[in-house]
């Protein structure tokens, strides 16, 4: 798991719950799946999750629930301050041994009449996390794990829909694959990755390796890998005085246009205005 790109996530293992806070504009995360759930709070600006084809936006005050092994992709470069949780389903299972048998879905788009009450209770929930966050009184993050706790109370008997799912082979072998894939371009991403290198190193034609992966990945190869790249450029932009053109060359971008106009498109800004702020 590449520590740039799933930062927030590393240490589910061991705690159980992670919550990541970010105040500044940029936040990116490249299409992946993990068994986490995953909720995002955006507590100024507008951004979006991309998961099961469609677009759910992400709005100040509102929250946006992700369930586990889902595609997903967040953009949220107009979300200037935000937070994402992570709650382990083998840690929710200690209270909830039969979770699997469970589907979770909240979105404010989705949302039925009913629920809003429930839905706008998470959010006054969620208000309190930056607070506990700013002030940071004894014990806080005990406060605030009892707070994503609750929510999760709210979420199960208010928004989990009961369904026998049947893991089949051939679904097995589809996450299998992508494992496979995404393993490749962590460690390659920073090479020029041809389709014939990739697809033959998995065993498959060019023409069934891309429609494999559009199809279940929601985007096509070439634009993933560029994304890959984008997030360790950010972080490198961010966290070194490197040179922007020596940033960019060094994690695989050699069009420098091409380059410019992505990072655009997915930060809302330009890498040297990124600098500057």
Request: aromatic share 12%.
């Amino acid at each position: 798991m590449n520590n740039v790109i799933y930062k927030q996530i590393y240490d589910l293992d061991k705690t159980g719950i992670s919550i990541h806070y970010y105040t500044q504009r940029g936040e990116y995360t490249p299409p992946h799946w993990h068994s986490a759930l995953e909720l995002h709070y955006a507590l100024n600006g507008t951004g979006e999750i991309i998961f099961e084809k469609k677009k759910h936006a992400l709005v100040s005050g509102e929250f946006l629930l992700v369930d586990s092994n889902v595609i997903h992709h967040t953009q949220c470069a107009r979300v200037s301050m935000g937070i994402s949780i992570y709650v382990s389903r083998d840690f929710l299972k200690k209270y909830i041994p039969d979770l699997d048998a469970y589907r979770l879905e909240c979105s404010r788009e989705t949302l039925e009449r009913e629920k809003l009450e429930s839905y706008l209770k998470i959010c006054e929930m969620m208000k309190e996390l930056p607070r506990m966050y700013i002030l940071q009184p004894t014990g806080y993050e005990m406060r605030c794990e009892a707070i994503v706790m609750e929510v999760m109370f709210v979420l199960m008997n208010e928004f989990a829909v009961r369904e026998i799912r049947e893991e089949s082979t051939k679904d097995a072998r589809v996450m299998e694959r992508l494992n496979e894939i995404n393993a490749y371009v962590r460690e390659h991403y920073k090479e020029t990755i041809s389709l014939e290198a990739i697809s033959s190193s998995l065993g498959l034609s060019r023409e069934y390796f891309c429609r494999f992966f559009k199809q279940h990945m929601g985007i096509n190869y070439a634009r993933h890998v560029n994304l890959v790249r984008l997030v360790h450029i950010y972080d490198d932009i961010v966290n070194t005085q490197d040179n922007i053109m020596v940033i960019a060359e060094k994690h695989g971008f050699t069009n420098y246009k091409l380059f410019t106009r992505m990072f655009r498109e997915i930060y809302g800004c330009t890498p040297s205005s990124l600098r500057k702020q």
